[in-house]
């Protein structure tokens, strides 16, 4: 037998199929996926402007001053839509929205086109060790490293070349970055290429579009295969 | 039944007249190829209710765009890819019915004569062991050999490569072998049947 013998075996295991009406549950499935492409597209443009919103609110404080210190002086610019979920609470109080929740939260780190929270490309080392965000710098040759402040060596550090200072940064997972996306846990290493170095982004696309890079010239010792090349 | 349903894809200014023929026509279109559907749809499922959903959510989309459709003539070819689709995006999200394959006996029984309790084990383990194909292998060779589609079509329909085409018959035919070697004795056919 051939193939043929398939052919047949298959015609005659579809004829189990028991036929039935499908007239009125088709129109009203496409009645429910009419709702639900409504509903999705209003979804996807709320959450557009708030996305759009909280990056506003991200970049703005960032650019201002670092902020560390002024955590205390203007607080209620930036961390008072998040952590004041108390149960409890009445959101109509609007006075103690601004006192509590900036003093006990850090600030949240946020990914921007020009660095990690405080901690920003160009700047030397005594600069980004006054941040606090990272700690002490070692390495031979040019370029020296450290880890961020509270994360592991190899998961997340900032590299310093002498003539650029801050010249990298790899950020642990779970930063946010300006334009409210998260970084995941496959975040790539942050090797400048030189296509990324002529083209710094100011603004973050993806999670793989890496802004550290953006200010890095020449080639880092181990730029080529580099997977930075996804950003712009 | 027919009449009162209100196609979405005439605007308004169209006319009743136009919503009626529209929804007549989608009506008679349903009638006329359900059972077609189903008939793929089951082997693609290989369970009668996930059979029906598959069509029914088929049959939903092409309703959604039924006006242009009907206009180019073209419903049947995209309610079919769509079905085909579909069911490789259900497999992705993990909604395949696995789970019926042990509702499916195992039979390993030897199908040498033409009795029926022989045509039964057959096609019982066929079903098993298209169930143990993957989604995309299933549909390549539900649509190699039941809807008897050269390979040209079939890249057209699932959006691959001929290619891609001939090298899933290929291992679907194998695993078919090696799964069920009783069977492959019945279907002695190679990756380079047609």
Known sequence: MTADRLRLDLAEL??????????????????????????????AVL????????????????????????????????VTAEPTAEPSFDPSLEPTETTTPAVTEPPTLILGP??????????????????????????????????????????????????????AIEVPKGIRTVNGLEVGPRWP?????????????????STRAVVCCSRCQGTPRRATGSRCTSGR | ?????????????????????????????????????LRSAYLLTGDQHLAEDLVQ???????????????????????????????????????????????VPETRRRASGPSSTDRVAVLITLRAVLLKLSTRQRAVLVLRFFEDRSEAECAELLGVTVGTIKSQTSRALARLRTVAPELAELYVVNGATR
């Not at chain 2, 070819?77 to 042990?102: D, I, N, P």
């Open chain 1, 14 to 43: 579809a004829d189990e199929a028991i036929q039935i009406d499908l007239h009125d549950r088709v129109l009203t499935f496409s009645r429910r996926l009419g709702i639900q492409r409504a509903v999705a597209g209003s979804a």
């Open chain 1, 47 to 78: 959450a557009l402007v708030a996305a759009a919103s909280g990056a506003a609110f991200a970049v703005l404080p960032d650019r201002a001053a670092p902020p560390m210190p002024p955590a205390a002086s203007t607080p209620s610019a930036s």
């Open chain 1, 114 to 167: 020009d660095g990690l929270g405080a901690l920003k490309l160009g700047m030397s080392k005594e600069q980004a060790a006054a941040t606090g965000a990272v700690g002490a710098f070692d390495g031979r040759q040019g370029c020296q490293f450290a880890s961020l402040a509270g994360s592991a060596r190899d998961e997340a550090w900032a590299m310093h070349d002498p003539g650029l200072g801050i010249a």
């Open chain 1, 189 to 205: 290493s942050c090797w400048g290429s030189t296509r990324m170095c002529r083209r710094p982004s100011p603004v973050i696309r």
């Open chain 2, 1 to 37: 039944m027919g009449g009162a349903q209100i196609d979405p894809n005439v605007p308004a200014t169209k006319g009743s007249a136009h919503v009626d023929d529209h929804a007549i026509e989608f009506d008679s279109f349903v009638r006329a190829r359900t059972p077609a559907l």
């Open chain 2, 57 to 103: 959510s088929a049959l939903a989309r092409t309703h959604r765009s039924w006006r242009r459709l009907y206009d180019s003539g073209n419903a049947e070819a995209y309610t079919r890819k769509t079905m085909y689709h579909l069911q490789v995006s259900w497999w992705r999200r993990g909604r395949v019915a696995e789970s019926l394959s042990a509702e």
